[in-house]
C-alpha cells in the first residue's frame, strides 16, 4: 500500500489589477466633485494662487483645489488637525477618488499650516 501525500496548497494570485478595485462612492462628493469640475474651479484657484509659489524650490506642493477638497472634507467629518484629515484621505478610497489620486498615488502627507507650540521659556 502507497503513502497518501497531502495535496501542496496553492498560493492565491499576489499581484492584481487596479483598474478592479472600486470604492463605493459616496453621493455627496461625486457630485460635489461634478459641480467643481463643471465650474472650473481647480483651474481657477491654481490661477488665483500661482504668485504665492515658487517654481521648482522646497517641497512638491499640494493642489490648491485638492487642499480645499481636504479642508472640506475635515469640516464635514468632524477632523480636528491636519494630520486627521490626510490619514482619513489616505486610508479612504472614497476620498482619494474625490481628490483625484489613484489607487496606487498616495495623498501627499506634507501638511502645510501645522505649527509646532512652542513651549515658553
Known sequence: MAVGK????RQGEL????????SSS????EAFNKLLCKNGFDAFVEDLYEPFYADGTGR????????????LVGFLEGLESEREIVWR??????????LGYEITESPRVTVRCSRREKSPP
Do not use: A, Q
Not at 497531502?6 to 496548497?9: E, G, I, P, S
Not at 499581484?15 to 472600486?22: D, L, P, Q, S, V
Not at 512638491?60 to 479642508?71: A, D, E, K, Q, S
Not at 484621505?89 to 474625490?98: A, E, Q
Open 6 to 9: 497531502r495535496k501542496k496548497c
Open 15 to 22: 499581484f492584481f489589477c487596479t483598474h478592479e478595485i472600486r
Open 26 to 29: 459616496n453621493p455627496f462628493y
Open 60 to 71: 512638491p506642493r499640494i493642489p490648491p483645489g485638492v487642499y480645499f477638497r481636504m479642508l
Open 89 to 98: 484621505c489616505c486610508d479612504s478610497l472614497t476620498l482619494r477618488n474625490f
